[in-house]
């Protein structure tokens, strides 16, 4: 009923920029917080960047000053601004959101099958 598609992935140079695109869609009445988590191979999960439905942003340490998420509410959509990417950027990018599908209704985390991010010259 509800499904989160990334886009925006890709190969680029190290210094370089993409931004990440997270749709929501389906049977949606709300969208609480979203985040952006990214697993290179080898590693486990790990938590990039946050916002909630009030707009605050949290990061990770690695991406401060380098990483800018936001949100679209009009279009059910998060982005992920990355600028000065290193070659440890390099991993799979999922989105993660908290989705009310009713008014009043119980909220579910929905993960996105993810989008390749490669970092190399």
């Known amino acids: 009923q509800v499904q989160l598609v990334e886009s925006g992935g890709g190969l680029v140079q190290p210094g370089g920029s993409l931004r990440l695109s997270c749709a929501a869609s389906g049977s949606i009445f709300s969208i609480n917080a979203v985040a952006w988590y990214r697993q290179a191979p080898g590693k486990q999960r790990e938590l990039v960047a946050v916002i909630t439905s009030g707009v605050s942003t949290n990061y990770a340490d690695s991406v401060k000053g380098r990483f800018t998420i936001s949100r679209d509410n009009a279009k059910n959509t998060v982005y992920l601004q990355m600028n000065s990417l290193k070659s440890e950027d390099t991993a799979v990018y999922y989105c993660?959101?908290?989705?009310?599908?009713?008014?009043?209704?119980?909220?579910?985390?929905?993960w996105g099958q993810g989008t390749q991010v490669t970092v190399s010259s």
């Open positions: 993660n959101a908290d989705i009310r599908t009713s008014s009043g209704g119980p909220h579910y985390k929905y």
